[in-house]
C-alpha cells in the first residue's frame, strides 16, 4: 500500500513571498512518481509539478520547485514569489510505474494575502 | 487534444432514479478513473480501469457501476442513491505506455442526491 501525508491542513503567504508545502508519503516500490496538484475554486485540477524518484535532481517549474528527499520519503513544494492566482488547495500525490492507483495526500488550503 | 471531457457538469437525482455520468479522453491513455470528492477533502478513488478492464475497485457501493466500453470512455452509473453520495465525480486518465508523465482530469460531475 501507498500512503501520502500532508500534515498543513492551512498555510498563509503575503504576495511576493516565499512559501513551503511539506508532504511526506510510504511506498514499497522503487519505480514511483510523486505529484504537487493545484486545485482552485473552480476545482479544476491542475498539475503543478512532478518528480520522478529515480532522478536526483529537484523539478523546478518557473516559481514551483520541489525538495524531493528520498531516503527521508519527503516531498516539499516551494512557491517563490506567491501571487493571488496561487491561492488554492494543493494535493501532493503519490503513484508507481508497476500500479494504477493515484493517491493523494488530505491536502493544504493556501491563503495568498496582499 | 489534451482534454479530459467529462459530462454533465452538474446532476441532480432523486433517490429512485437512474443516471449516468459520462467521461471521454483522445490522448491514447489507457488508464482511468473515477474519484468522488467532498468540499475541503481530497478525491478519493473510487474505480481504476486498464486496458478496459477493471483493475481497481475501492470498495464502492454497488449503486455505483462503472462501464470502460472502450479505451477512449468511461461511463459511471448510479442507481439507488443515497443524500451523502452527493459529491464532485473526477474523471482522470493516465498514460501506460511509457513514463507517468501526468494525470489529466476532467472538471467534474456535481452531484446533487435529493
New interface residues.
Given amino acids: 500500500a501507498q500512503t501520502v501525508t500532508q500534515s498543513q491542513p492551512e498555510m498563509s503567504v503575503q504576495e511576493a513571498e516565499t512559501v513551503t508545502l511539506s508532504c511526506t508519503y510510504d511506498t514499497s516500490e522503487s519505480d514511483y512518481?510523486l505529484?504537487w496538484y493545484k486545485q482552485p475554486p473552480?476545482?479544476?485540477?491542475i498539475?503543478v509539478i512532478?518528480q520522478?524518484a529515480y532522478k536526483q535532481q529537484n523539478a523546478t517549474e518557473n516559481r514551483f520547485s520541489v525538495n524531493f528527499q528520498k531516503a527521508a520519503k519527503s516531498f516539499s513544494l516551494k512557491i517563490s514569489d506567491s501571487q493571488l492566482g496561487d491561492a488554492a488547495?494543493y494535493?501532493c500525490?503519490l503513484?508507481s510505474?508497476s500500479g494504477?492507483?493515484?493517491?493523494?495526500?488530505?491536502?493544504t488550503?493556501l491563503l495568498v494575502t496582499p | 487534444d489534451t482534454e479530459v471531457t467529462q459530462t454533465p457538469k452538474h446532476l441532480v437525482m432523486g433517490m429512485t432514479n437512474k443516471k449516468s455520468l459520462k467521461c471521454e479522453q483522445h490522448m491514447g491513455h489507457r488508464?482511468m478513473?473515477w474519484y468522488k470528492?467532498k468540499a475541503?477533502?481530497?478525491?478519493e478513488?473510487m474505480f481504476?480501469y486498464?486496458y478496459e478492464k477493471l483493475?481497481?475497485n475501492e470498495s464502492v457501493p454497488s449503486r455505483f457501476s462503472p462501464e470502460c466500453p472502450n479505451s477512449s470512455l468511461l461511463n459511471l452509473h448510479l442507481h439507488a442513491l443515497q443524500p451523502e453520495d452527493s459529491a464532485?465525480y473526477?474523471c482522470?486518465s493516465?498514460p501506460l505506455a511509457g513514463?507517468?508523465?501526468?494525470?489529466f482530469?476532467g472538471?467534474?460531475t456535481r452531484l446533487t442526491v435529493v
Fill in positions: 512518481y505529484f473552480s476545482r479544476q485540477m498539475l512532478r520522478e488547495m494535493f500525490a503513484t510505474n494504477y492507483a493515484l493517491n493523494f495526500g488530505k491536502g488550503s | 488508464a478513473y470528492q475541503k477533502k481530497p478525491p478513488l481504476v486498464s483493475s481497481i464532485l473526477l482522470a493516465f513514463r507517468r508523465t501526468e494525470a482530469f472538471q467534474g
